[in-house]
């Protein structure tokens, strides 16, 4: 472990290594779930969108409360990047964690907060070719997501929702679930973002004011991808009735990029089935001209 003024630095090759390094008991990350994540593509010596991960990074830290600075976290982030050079990981996906560090009287903060910056690698999903070209199918999940303002759109450690939603029984042929609030309202699948076309033509993708992760490449999609191909595109509350008009439709992350949904299953299982859109292909197309990584 390595220790400077402002980040305690905890850094391991990968997730099943044991170097000797480990998480003391009273790291606030892994008692309350006081911090925030980022999983980043690496892939020839540089990681994809490093700029807006490290963006959303310091937004999440300010609404937790974590005062870091962020050059010393780009700092400690190159510094694995040059351990990660010298072995076979040609690409493989980097997380990023900062905690909130060690102390404090309960919930309470410590006096003096020193954040926890954990740094591990791990390899790409195997199926993840295939899946940017034949596409996935999602079910609808039954775990719905809490409603937070004050936490919406960031990457914050408690991630329960997602995790009781991802391990619910579904249709063995789906990849990913549709999570839903309490109002029945469409926020996002329980790792990527969602992108659809209604039979009115019209692009949509949820709001995410209220609950939702703001992810990076959903930002690359709203603020360049469907302005440079003059898409309209509305970010709206969508009702999970509007399903039924889906015409197009694709997810997205900062890993896989952009990818088609081809099927998605109704609550009793039914799967309807769409076709891998020409608009869907273009977006895809321009993603890749801009960034190969995601090709």
């Known amino acids: 472990m390595h220790i400077d003024d402002e980040l305690l630095l905890n850094t391991r090759a990968d997730e ?22 980022e999983s980043m593509l690496y ?3 540089v990681i994809a969108l490093e700029d807006l991960h490290l963006d959303r990074l310091m937004i999440g830290a300010k609404c937790l409360g974590i005062e870091v600075n962020r050059s010393k976290v780009a700092l400690s982030l190159n510094t694995f990047l040059v351990d990660l050079a010298h072995s076979e990981s040609a690409s493989c996906v980097i997380k990023l964690i900062l905690t909130a560090g060690s102390g404090g009287r309960g919930y309470k903060n410590p006096d003096v907060m020193t954040p926890r910056l954990i740094i591990t690698h791990t390899s790409l999903p195997t199926d993840l070719a295939e899946q940017k070209s034949l596409g996935i199918k999602l079910w609808r999940c039954n775990s719905q997501l809490s409603t937070n303002p004050q936490l919406a759109g960031i990457k914050h450690l408690n991630r329960l929702e997602q995790v009781l939603a991802r391990n619910e029984p579904h249709r063995p042929d789906c990849n990913d679930g549709l999570m839903f609030d309490y109002s029945g309202c469409l926020i996002e699948t329980t790792s990527a973002n969602v992108f659809m076309k209604t039979g009115s033509d019209v692009w949509v993708t949820p709001s995410i004011l209220m609950t939702g992760v703001a992810g990076v490449m959903r930002s690359i999609l709203v603020d360049t991808l469907f302005p440079s191909l003059n898409l309209a595109l509305e970010v709206k ?4 009735i509007e399903l039924a008009e889906i015409s197009e439709i694709f997810v997205c992350n900062s ?22 859109g020409r608009t869907t292909k273009d977006l895809q197309a321009m993603l890749g001209t801009l960034y190969s990584c995601f090709l």
């Open 237 to 240: 509350t969508i009702q999970e």
């Open 16 to 37: 099943e290594a044991d170097d000797g390094l480990s998480l003391p008991y009273s790291d606030r990350g892994l008692a309350y779930g006081h911090g925030i994540f």
């Open 43 to 45: 892939s020839n010596g």
């Open 255 to 276: 890993i896989r990029g952009l990818l088609p949904v081809t099927g998605v299953a109704s609550r009793d299982d039914v799967m309807a089935n769409y076709p891998i």
